[in-house]
């Protein structure tokens, strides 16, 4: 059963503009939620976080989204660079639940020139 | 601090070969946690521990699977019997608890590649 889902396995956009990356959820339970960026042979680095109170957390060039109604978040990479091309992972913690992390499958970005 | 450390990058084995991963988390963390990278599970968690006490191993997929924390600085994966379906990247990470960090995420290393063949 997977609880956190990112049914886009690969995005691409041009150099300069908005990619956004989605993530859904099943387990109400969830109270933060990460976002996690991997390149090839490195292993995932934490990229930024919301808490389930908040509904945006923004960070220079990334942004958040969490619209808890729908079980959903998204990442907003404004301007997308050659750089951010990597896999993104959506995580999410329980209110409760120690410091467990549960990853999604992720998405493949690729930002061209 | 030279962040979290895996041991080997890549390992070769043939099936029914016993395999061992070794991971050194980051001093002063309080939870170590390994995961499976595959395509079509994303990160799955397989084992957890808190201060060297494994807390979750609802993950570990069969008894084949095994690990174990003898101290805050070393963590073992063990599988033995190897098979085929094992192959895929393991990743260690390790973090602060509740009450410390602010993001509550976690450090990774890099990973071990494990292909049985």
């Known amino acids: 059963d997977q609880q956190v889902k990112q049914n886009s396995p690969s995005l691409s956009v041009q150099e300069g503009r908005i990619s956004i990356l989605n993530c859904d959820y099943t387990n109400s339970m969830f109270d933060y939620f990460l976002w996690y960026k991997k390149y090839p042979a490195e292993g995932p680095t934490f990229l930024i976080s919301?808490?389930?109170?908040?509904d945006k957390n923004e960070d220079g060039r990334f942004t958040v989204f969490l619209n808890k109604s729908a079980k959903h978040l998204s990442l907003h990479i404004v301007p997308s660079q050659p750089g951010d091309s990597a896999v993104y992972f959506c995580a999410a913690r329980v209110a409760g639940g120690g410091n467990k992390l549960t990853f999604g499958t992720g998405t493949q970005l690729k930002v061209e020139l | 601090d030279a962040g979290v450390i895996q041991s080997p990058r890549h390992e070769v084995t043939e099936m029914g070969q016993e395999v061992t991963l070794r991971c050194k988390p980051i001093?002063?963390?309080?939870?170590l946690f390994w995961y499976r990278q595959t395509m079509m599970r994303g990160l799955e968690l397989l084992i957890y521990f808190n201060n060297n006490v494994p807390i979750d191993d609802s993950g570990m997929p069969e008894d084949r699977f095994s690990a174990k924390m003898p101290n805050a600085s070393f963590s073992t994966l063990k599988i033995q019997p190897s098979e085929p379906r094992d192959s895929a990247v393991y990743f260690c990470a390790s973090s602060f608890g509740l009450s410390g960090g602010t993001n509550y995420g976690y450090t990774f290393g890099s990973g071990t590649r494990l292909t049985v063949v």
């Open positions: 919301i808490s389930s109170i908040k």
């Open positions: 001093s002063g963390h309080d939870y």
